[in-house]
Each structure stands twice: as C-alpha cells, then as structure tokens.
C-alpha cells in the first residue's frame, strides 16, 4: 500500500507540472533547433571521414535530423528537471535517508561532469577511431564510403549518449553504496561477471567489430574499478 501511494504521489506530482515541462520542452526545443544546422554542420567536419560522404535520401531526411536534434535536447532537459521532481517527491515521504540541498545540487554537477566527459570520450577518440576503422575497411575492399544523414548522425547519437549514460557509473555505485544497498567487497566479488555484462553492452550498440567494442567495454570496466575504489574510501563498507 505504502508503494502504491507513493507511486500515485509521484505521478499525481508530475501531472501537475506537465505544463512546465511541455513549456521547457518546446523552448529547449525550439532554441536547439535553430543552432541545429550549425550542430550537424560541426560534427561533419569534425567526424566524417576525409573520403566519405554524406547523401540526402528523401525530401525531409534534413528537416527530420533537425528535429531530432533539437528533440534529444528536449527531452534531455526536462527529464532532468522531473528527476529533480521525483526526488525531492520522495525525499518528502521520508523514503531514503536524509540528502541535502547542497548535496543534490553536488550529485547533479557531478551527473553533468561525468556525462560530459562521456562526450568528450566519444567525440575525441571513440567516433573518430569507429568511423576512421569502418572507412578504411571498406576502402580496402574497393568500395566507396557514402553514408545518409539520418544513418549516420543516427550512429553519432547512439554511440554519444551511450557514452553520456554509462559514464554516470561512479555516481550511480556510490549512490548505492550510501543508500546501502550493495557494499564494496560484493562489487568486488561480482566484478568478473559485470565484465562479460560490459561486453554484451558494448556488442549491443557499437557496430560488429572488436575495436568499439574495446573502446567502450574498457572504459566501462576502468569506472567500475574507480567506483570500486572511491566506494572505500567514502563509505565503511
């Protein structure tokens, strides 16, 4: 009963400010939209390689990428404002253990920081060295490198907020070891079966070949070791 009211509070919470978050969607959205051409046209320059090319397949394909840039903005931004929401909805029955202001506010800069450099690791080395390997490949057999806008910025997206989402590891660990919900010695212990659980991840969204596959399985597992290692030094367990 108590979980149930506590869900019904939670969705009751959010259907209150579904205005708000529709109208942060729409400014987000729109904002984003009109920098979107400047968006794609950097990535391209930056990621593209030399030889390849980019085709426009159907009438809207453009406009659609657009959209979609602008979306992810969207519902990236207001799904961070609900989570805020559902937090302090929670905190307010009392359900987890008492978190401060201060260090919300902490979890959230530190959430941001992580997701950055989840970007910065696929724009600066994980892209590049994917798309760099899959053109080369294809070179030697002959073939010309031509991608559409929506396959590839597709692939750009994907591999991004992969990255973005899994380098939020260390926080999420040690949220859990704080919440006590796991100790440090039973992350330890399970650490050979979280590996081959990184690369399943890794083969389920990077392309078939074993270097992104490495490329994101490996950073995976140099995270969980970190948050292996901060969950000992920040908690008793």
Do not use: C
């Amino acid at each position: 009963m108590a979980k149930t009211a506590a869900y019904d509070d939670i969705v009751g919470n959010l259907q209150k400010r579904a205005w708000m978050y529709f109208l942060l969607a729409a400014i987000v959205f729109a904002s984003v939209f009109y920098i979107a051409p400047d968006i794609i046209e950097w990535l391209s320059d930056r990621l593209l390689p030399e030889d390849a090319t980019l085709i426009y397949l159907s009438p809207a394909e453009y406009l659609i990428l657009k959209m979609r840039v602008a979306g992810y903005a969207a519902i990236s931004a207001t799904a961070m404002i609900a989570m805020i929401h559902i937090w302090r909805i929670i905190r307010s029955r009392s359900m987890l253990p008492e978190i401060s202001f201060t260090d919300l506010v902490l979890i959230l800069v530190i959430a941001l920081v992580l997701f950055s450099m989840g970007i910065l690791y696929s724009l600066e080395l994980m892209l590049p060295t994917v798309l760099e390997y899959l053109q080369n490949d294809a070179a030697q057999a002959g073939l010309e490198t031509t991608y559409s806008l929506s396959a590839f910025y597709h692939f750009v997206f994907l591999l991004t907020f992969s990255l973005g989402i899994t380098f939020q590891l260390p926080l999420v660990t040690t949220l859990m070891l704080r919440l006590e919900l796991t100790t440090t010695d039973k992350l330890a212990q399970y650490r050979s079966h979280l590996v081959v659980v990184f690369f399943i991840m890794a083969a389920l969204i990077t392309p078939p070949d074993v270097i992104s596959q490495f490329l994101l399985a490996v950073p995976l597992m140099v995270l969980y070791e970190i948050s292996i290692i901060i969950g000992r030094l920040t908690t008793k367990h």
